[in-house]
């Protein structure tokens, strides 16, 4: 089984991310980046695939500049087979422009499965992985959190409000990972020396008009400082007054 | 940039460096910080973790992939310890005797069968190593040892003697043992002993009260017979042993500064979330003080083990060198665990917190594989030709 994943470099969460003086993006300098993490749980259902099927091949693709090679680095680190770089000067806002770059890689690969994180959690789109399955004509499952491949077909669950979907489909097909499938591996450090050796193909890729432009980003506003209306229960008339009257939750 | 990072050291460290350190850092956060706290109090070294550990590819990084190992370079092997130490002294003595002083002693040593037979199985940690050298009654002068290594008509040996302070020795399969094959010190050789050899027993030293989740022992051997294959043949004098002690000294003074930067970062979050005299203590310029000291020295340790680190890769440190980095790294972290301790106040002295911890530990770590006092002799002798202990 021929198994794609696709990748984002995505700035780790936990950190203070600066708005850069263009007022249009974040200022990336001296922040760590990382492999998006639902796309981490796909390269790990990837890799668990093929070892249950005890062949096939893992192939990680990855669009951006130079520096999404680390990430793709990481998931070949994890035991992906190989990486594919589609080369850009920067990751366009509009989904569908990454999706037709993509999709054009992806068509003639001969894929049985394509994977993708359900959501990058930087610009929370989640509209790629969509997109490139319908370019590609596939099916398309998104939010899987269970997963089973049996000739040539794919059993999913899929996690609703309040209850779990089943669904069934053939190959190949496009799925977006949700939380819940797997817990990614840790890289080894036999893993990390072999991702070294491994074949990373570097391809220049040309990126069609973006026809969203963002034109701001400011951080959310302040949170107005809480009010202490009283202590112990002879505050409660009051809040509850409060909360009917003003807040209007009651 | 982190407050750990403050000179951006991480922008002199490769990719794959950095991605080392990231997975150990990972482990460590995920599999030590959860239990060692409990593992401590219950004088319990976490045994669950060994293979984990091997798969992990911690054991002997730094050795050649052709004998199973990762095959890292030397600064990749010190953020390994430098990580593993963050967690507990406990867990990188055990990995730095398993891969500096039984797999490195093999590996340079040994012949290759012993090499093709212990390294692969040691790396994954199936096979687990202790390392003998000090005795109760010679520490900081090992030539003294009275273990000796009598040769038999048929090329076997018999041990006789024991060994005190061996960390791993009650867990260990084989032991790396230094024996005298006749009178002096140039006659020491070392020997790979099975632990379930007839006459080689290990006792479990007690009533430790630093580096409690760590197996420390005794071992006496009692006409223990080894076959001639299980003598190391290239080892002779020992000068032997102490190539393996710079080795781990090395990894040591990674792992110090592990160590340091835990206690550090732990005082650094209570500063600012303890509220005292209705402001976090973090503003008060005593503690304020406390912390830039602490982040001072930390800063100079790291670019010091970097900078070893860079020229161990390039094959040129001294001995000498790895000296003044044990010696300052260790003491260096001692002081630190100490006084972040003390900002933590009274809950400090407990176990769910890692402050008082380390300072105990590191109280053992000052004092092996080459005591403070004694690498200060080494580096005196260095710089003015004259022993003062020879």
């Not at chain 1, 229960?233 to 809040?239: I, M, R, T």
């Not at chain 2, 984990?52 to 890292?72: H, I, K, Q, W």
């Not at chain 2, 790396?176 to 007839?198: H, L, Y």
């Not at chain 2, 003491?331 to 002295?349: F, H, K, V, Y």
Request: aromatic fraction near 6%.
């Amino acid at each position: 089984m021929k198994i794609a994943v696709c990748i984002k470099r995505v700035p780790v969460m936990d950190q203070r991310l600066p708005i850069a003086a263009s007022g249009i993006a974040i200022d990336e300098s001296g922040l760590k980046f990382d492999v998006n993490d639902f796309d981490l749980w796909a390269v790990e259902a990837g890799l668990q695939l093929k070892e249950k099927l005890g062949q096939g091949e893992v192939v990680i693709v990855s669009l951006g500049s130079d520096a999404v090679q680390e990430q793709i680095r990481k998931a070949l680190s994890m035991g992906a087979d190989r990486g594919i770089h589609l080369k850009a000067a920067a990751v366009p806002p509009d989904a569908r422009v990454v999706a037709r770059a993509l999709a054009d890689e992806l068509k003639p690969g001969g894929f049985d499965l394509i994977l993708f994180g359900r959501v990058a959690v930087d610009v929370s789109n989640g509209a790629t992985g969509a997109m490139v399955a319908q370019l590609l004509g596939l099916p398309c499952v998104t939010a899987v959190s269970k997963l089973e491949i049996k000739d040539g077909r794919g059993r999913a669950q899929r996690e609703l409000e309040g209850a779990q979907e089943m669904v069934e489909f053939p190959l190949p097909a496009v799925l977006t990972i949700d939380e819940g499938l797997n817990r990614e591996r840790l890289p080894s450090l036999k893993g990390i020396m072999a991702a070294k050796k491994k074949p990373l193909e570097v391809k220049p890729v040309t990126l069609g008009e973006s026809r969203i432009t963002v034109r701001r980003l400011q951080p959310p506003p302040e949170r107005a400082a809480g009010r202490i209306i009283g202590e112990g229960s002879a505050a409660v008339p009051e809040l509850v007054r409060l909360l009917q009257t003003e807040a209007k939750v009651l | 940039m982190t407050s750990a990072d403050f000179f951006n050291v991480d922008s002199s460290l490769s990719e794959e460096e950095r991605a080392v350190r990231d997975s150990v850092r990972r482990f460590v956060d995920e599999r030590v910080l959860p239990i060692i706290g409990t593992c401590y109090v219950e004088g319990r070294f976490p045994k669950e973790l060994i293979p984990v550990l091997g798969e992990l590819g911690v054991f002997g990084a730094n050795l050649p992939e052709a004998y199973g190992c990762a095959g890292l370079n030397n600064v990749a092997y010190g953020l390994i310890m430098q990580e593993l130490e963050r967690g507990d002294s406990g867990i990188r003595s055990f990995a730095s005797v398993q891969g500096a002083l039984v797999m490195y002693p093999i590996f340079a040593f040994g012949s290759e069968e012993q090499k093709k037979r212990y390294l692969p199985k040691m790396a994954t940690g199936e096979v687990i190593g202790c390392f003998g050298l000090t005795e109760p009654d010679f520490g900081s002068n090992p030539a003294g040892m009275i273990t000796t290594a009598k040769a038999r008509p048929d090329g076997s040996y018999v041990l006789n003697g024991a060994k005190m302070w061996i960390t791993n020795g009650s867990t260990a399969h084989v032991a790396i043992v230094w024996a005298k094959t006749g009178a002096d010190e140039a006659s020491i050789r070392g020997f790979i002993v099975p632990t379930d050899s007839t006459g080689f027993s290990a006792k479990d030293q007690k009533g430790k009260l630093s580096l409690r989740a760590s197996d420390t022992s005794e071992l006496v051997f009692q006409d223990v017979v080894v076959g001639a294959s299980q003598l190391l043949p290239q080892s002779g004098g020992l000068k032997s042993p102490l190539m393996c002690l710079t080795q781990a000294r090395y990894g040591i003074s990674w792992g110090a500064l592990g160590a340091a930067q835990a206690c550090y970062e732990e005082a650094l979050a209570y500063s600012k979330t303890r509220v005292m005299f209705d402001r976090p203590i973090g503003g008060f310029q005593l503690q304020q003080a406390r912390l830039a000291d602490m982040l001072t020295e930390i800063v100079k340790a790291q670019l010091l083990v970097l900078h070893l680190g860079r020229l161990k890769d390039a094959g040129t440190f001294t001995p000498q060198q790895v000296s003044l980095a044990k010696r300052n790294n260790v003491s260096m972290a001692t002081d630190i665990a100490r006084e972040a301790r003390r900002l933590l106040g009274a809950n400090g002295i407990l176990a769910e917190y890692a402050s008082m911890r380390h300072m105990a530990n590191l109280e053992s770590v000052y004092t092996y594989e080459g005591t403070h006092d004694i690498h200060t002799l080494v580096l005196g002798q260095a710089v003015t030709g004259l022993s003062a202990f020879n």
